[in-house]
């Protein structure tokens, strides 16, 4: 009787341990190929969204000036808040923001095979967990255009920035222009609390050697390291290096 028993019990706590082996296996299913599937789609119907709407024709122009009145150059916005060149190519004035949560412009990066849709803010629900590019609100107003993107899950597009290297190239690519970023610098780790790294001249507070020291015009990339952990910050800098409009 007693050996009866303890064949049912362990036979019991076998089919406890399995079941919670296949809600565990399930659960890490979710994370590493459902979450990416799911937003992965979600960001790629994005970028199709914005590359046909800015296919789209646009409106009739208006009138144009009096006979004899001066003319007002229109100004050529630039991403998110109106980062651009400090040459002659500089865009000139401040778009109106993006609303909160939407794409408004592509990040490609040929090196890491990356296309991904840009949207204002880094919420994990309405922005990164999609799969996007989240653009840190009120940065590149001074010439730091700052993002954030996952490195695991949900979509992951920065998991293989740690692979850039200096000299490579990135677009940021809106409506109006197309903006080419030289990768110029990066920083391996440091503290998620290291705010100088988005500063509008990015520059790590805890690594000092890491960074610029005079105004310009970069691109800053951040995402989590190391790797299924969000215990640090990896960053890559580039620099902007031309400008077309579309």
């Known amino acids: 009787m007693r050996r009866r028993l303890l064949v ?19 659960l890490v299913a979710h994370q590493l190929w459902w979450t990416n599937r799911l937003a992965r789609d979600d960001a790629g119907r ?37 980062s651009g060149p400090s040459s002659s190519a500089a865009p000139r004035g401040e778009p109106p923001s993006p609303r909160w949560d939407q794409a408004y412009a592509v990040l490609r990066i040929p090196r890491i095979g990356l296309t991904a849709p840009v949207a204002e803010g880094t919420g ?13 609100t009120r940065t590149a107003q001074a010439g730091n255009f700052a993002l954030a993107g996952h490195r ?5 597009p920065f998991r293989r920035i740690d692979r850039l290297r200096r000299g490579d190239r990135i677009t940021v690519e809106t409506r109006d222009a197309v903006y ?18 988005i500063a509008s001249v990015p520059r790590s507070g805890t690594t000092t050697s890491a960074g610029y020291s005079e105004p ?9 390291t190391p790797e299924f952990s969000s ?5 890559v800098w580039g620099k902007l290096t031309a400008m077309r409009p579309r």
């Open 180 to 197: 080419t970023y030289t990768v110029d610098q990066s920083l391996a780790r440091t503290a998620p609390s290291d705010s100088g790294v």
């Open 46 to 82: 994005a970028v199709q969204a914005l590359e046909r709407e800015w296919r789209a024709p646009e409106a009739p122009s208006p009138p144009g000036p009096e006979p004899g009145a001066e003319a007002v150059p229109e100004p050529i916005p630039g991403p998110g808040s109106g």
């Open 152 to 156: 695991n899950t949900h979509g992951e």
């Open 8 to 26: 049912r019990a362990l036979w019991g706590f076998a089919e406890v341990v399995v079941s919670l082996g296949v809600v565990l296996l399930l």
């Open 231 to 235: 215990r640090y910050r990896l960053v």
């Open 124 to 136: 994990k629900g309405g922005v990164l967990d999609r799969g996007y590019v989240g653009h840190y």
């Open 216 to 224: 310009g015009y970069y691109l800053t990339l951040t995402t989590c």
